[in-house]
């Protein structure tokens, strides 16, 4: 039974957690929005999705997934539920539990992210939030940056799967998928993909800070660098499927805000 | 086998959601900062648990809870935890991955509130950063309430058990929990909860903007005052176990914010 993924269409946005977890597997599933009208697909489908009369149980916001019956949205539970069924995160309940602390901690970030240009209201033009947004990515470079990355730093040297490799060196010129670390366990995760996708868009977003702070993180460079080298993953970021990053999504390329 | 409740000890923060799921079960937890040092608790304990050296899976920030060798962070994956186990959450997938969505929303209001106080840094006092969370709140008082209470509203609504049940009247003189509406089902959850305790924050951080929003979400009300009136959680509300809101927590009463 394939999945259904509804999110908006033209950006990369929250959607992105999801679609790389499927990517990544190999899922079967449609892209509903980006789909034909014509076909029953398209941004009618989506808008339909999110009136409210028309489900026992609504969802707030895209990403949903719907699969048969079921419909679910909120990026982090979704991961939860599509972690097991994509063969990305361990059997025991300890591991799915500690790969969604994990996903919850990157949504927070996610966040964050956005009220860098939006600090004041969603409903404004960042325009006319531009002296409020100066002031509080300023405050996300230099405090929130480092202390995100350097959980993520602590957590991939916590992983006792990781403590045969040494550190990589700082500026690391080739990297090797096979001596990759990974969040959790030796085997790649849902939450290996998404901090792959956190650290890309604060590339993006905030080239000069983020390439800063990773020399605190070599780890967490290791690991997005490897998962942009994972042959599904690579295959995919190379399609048309990959919206690339804009600035209507979350993570925006302002100079500004970089410092 | 007790559960242990790490959170910060003179504010309801967070960790509240926490303690209300644990209080309504009758649950045996130990609020270890609240303890005792001689006894091995207090801020030492909490502190140390903090430690990211100390475990080879180090939580991000508080509330965290320990049960057993299991140590878990995020209020909503705690709570995800604890749901079945108190008795709180249904049995079947589509019942507790629907509750996660709710408290996953919870958790984006409660965000929400944070930086009504705190738009630019966390690291900043309120008082420096005042002008900026005067146009935050206000962007958060006219869209953001309204449009957070509506989707609530609509789950009530929605969740077929309800709808033998008419609305109740806009100004609701007394509530009596038998006729009360539930989030997921006929049964009181977690979620019912939490929800509670977000509209008590909300009234006591925003009294005008909250009590107007209700008069177009009377189900979401009637909710909150049937969980007010739970035997075991009235009896937690009368005790000195549950600390009163303060400028320290995240809902905060600066009048100014409520327009």
Redesign the interface.
Known sequence: MPYALYYWPTIQGRGEFVRLALEAAGADYVDVARGSAAEGLGMPALLQMLE??A??????APPILRHGK?V???T??IL??LGPRLGLVGKSE?DW??A??IQ??IA?MV?EVH?THH??????YYED?KS?AL??AQ?FRT?RIPKFLA?FE??LV???KNQAHPAPPTHHPAVTTARSPHLIGARLSYVDLSLFQLVEGLRYAFPRATNRALQNAPRVAQLADAVAHHPRVAAYLQSPRRIPFNEQGIFRCYPELDG
Chains 1, 2 share one sequence.
């Not at 489900?55 to 707030?60: D, E, G, I, S, T």
């Not at 600090?119 to 404004?124: R, S």
């Open positions: 409210r009369d489900l026992a149980r609504p969802p707030f079921l679910i949205a909120q982090a539970a939860l539920y300890a539990l500690w969604h602390q919850l901690t927070d966040d009220d600090p004041i209201a969603t409903g404004l939030q409020e002031k509080r405050a405090e959980w602590a957590v916590a992983n006792p």
